[in-house]
């Protein structure tokens, strides 16, 4: 293979079988980097169409899961490997892997998977920009990102990122959306620029870069930060020499990042499917939430192989999360929080919708954004996400309180905490 034969020359402290057999395909996060547009395109759809009736999921009822392989997936992975769907019922195929974001929304559009894990703001703008009708059904997990500097870089906070070089995963993505929000607070303007053009003091250049690619790029000073999910964090920690500069849960306390979705057409169609499909989730959820070690040497490639790194990554990813494992720079700043490194939890909370929904609009990113102008943050919440199903399956099964950020008296409610 040639692809980063290049970076692989200049460093030797990356896993050299990883980047060979294991990274994501760059033509497939090309189209990522494309203006957003594409995929109505594709389909021969305006954003004025109301559905795209013409494109459904198959009749029958087994389940077939699209992810891309980060611990963002992990509840759906959990949920076919542990049996979860198969006591409910429900047949369930191996999950697939798909190597890019654009092609797993091309992929749930298409008809081929009727449940995958999207970064929020994706159905955001499958929704209300091409009139796709996407429903989220539970949140994925809590917080699980980070970000990461290089070695070569003297940053002790967002401040010293002025004149740099950062990678985000995806435009519409709660990484964009929360890199940002701290870039503002320290008086940094987010930009993207093409190579060559210069970056002043005052700016921040953002890039779309496939998540496998960032820790090598970091390692060979193509870029100097980046922000992004686990276990792509950790692997920038272990193979690349990258410090954490902040995680994401310790600036939003206990955020959303993926949501569970499905094609609304077929949750009407199929309730009773619907409702087994998300018993299962829930139960993924809670057993995820207890038993993290275990899940994350089975989702690793020293186990099911569903996740590109070894166990010790996946499971640093996953578990590690202590204060003084990251004093230097201050990574975690909000302990009485009570977070994880990633958590696991079903209810997406109403808040949360509302404030992506008001900062979305207040994001850089490429593309047409014009219908996030008169987007009503209370209507979404209301319109995108369904609350049925996955309520019903919490009251069946619970155990999901437990996870950080319920309140027993009010666990359907909360007041978003940011402190950045």
């Known amino acids: 293979m040639k692809k980063h034969k290049s970076i692989q020359n200049e460093i030797s402290d990356i896993d050299q079988d990883y980047l ?7 033509r497939d996060f090309m189209m990522d980097s494309l203006a957003m547009g594409g995929l109505a395109t594709m389909f021969g759809l305006s954003a004025s169409m109301p559905a795209w009736a013409d494109i459904q999921p198959p009749a029958d009822e087994v389940v077939r899961i699209g992810y891309l392989p980060i611990t963002d997936a992990t509840v759906l992975l959990v949920a076919h490997e542990k049996g979860f769907f198969a006591e409910e019922g429900l047949k369930s195929e191996k999950p697939t892997l798909i190597r890019g974001w654009s092609p797993l929304v091309e992929g749930f559009a298409a008809g081929k998977f009727n449940l995958v894990h999207f970064l929020k703001p994706i159905p955001i703008w499958m929704r209300y920009n091409n009139g796709f009708p996407v429903k989220i059904m539970s949140w994925a ?7 990461v500097v290089g070695k070569h870089v003297k940053a002790d906070g967002f401040a010293d990122l002025g004149g740099k070089q950062v990678a985000v995963p995806y435009w519409y993505s709660m990484h964009n ?60 920690e272990l193979l690349a020499g990258g410090k954490m500069l902040r995680f994401t849960g310790d600036m939003w306390r206990n955020h959303p990042c993926c949501v569970v979705c499905m094609n609304e057409v077929q949750v009407n169609a199929n309730p009773e499917w619907t409702q087994k499909v998300m018993n299962a989730i829930v139960k993924a959820q809670i057993y995820a939430q207890q038993n993290k070690k275990e899940v994350a040497h089975m989702m690793s490639r020293d186990g099911k192989r569903y ?17 003084e494992d990251y004093a230097t720079p201050d990574a975690i700043q909000n302990p009485e929080w009570g977070s994880g ?3 696991f939890q079903p209810w ?6 509302k404030l992506i929904v008001n900062e979305l609009k207040h994001t850089l990113v490429s593309g047409d954004t014009t219908f996030l102008k008169e987007l009503d943050a209370d209507f979404v919440a209301k319109d995108l996400v369904d609350y049925r199903f996955v309520k019903a399956a919490m009251e069946k099964h619970p155990g999901w309180e437990n996870a950080p950020g319920f309140d027993a008296e009010n666990p359907f409610e909360r007041e978003e905490v940011v402190k950045i």
Not at 141 to 147: A, D, R, Y
Not at 213 to 236: R, S, T
């Open 20 to 26: 060979q057999k294991y990274e994501m395909s760059r």
């Open 141 to 147: 997990h809590l917080n699980g990102s980070g970000v």
């Open 341 to 343: 490194r990633i958590d």
């Open 177 to 236: 959306i929360v890199l940002q929000m701290a870039l503002r607070h320290v008086g940094l303007k987010p930009v993207i620029k093409g190579q060559g053009e210069t970056v002043a003091a005052d700016e921040v250049n953002l890039q779309i870069m496939p998540p496998p690619d960032m820790p090598p790029a970091l390692a060979a000073k193509k870029i100097d930060a980046f922000i992004v999910a686990e276990p792509f964090n950790a692997a920038g």
């Open 307 to 323: 996740l590109p790194m070894k166990a010790n990554v996946v499971e640093r990813a996953m578990t590690l999360y202590g204060e």
């Open 348 to 353: 997406p909370f109403p808040s949360a919708t």
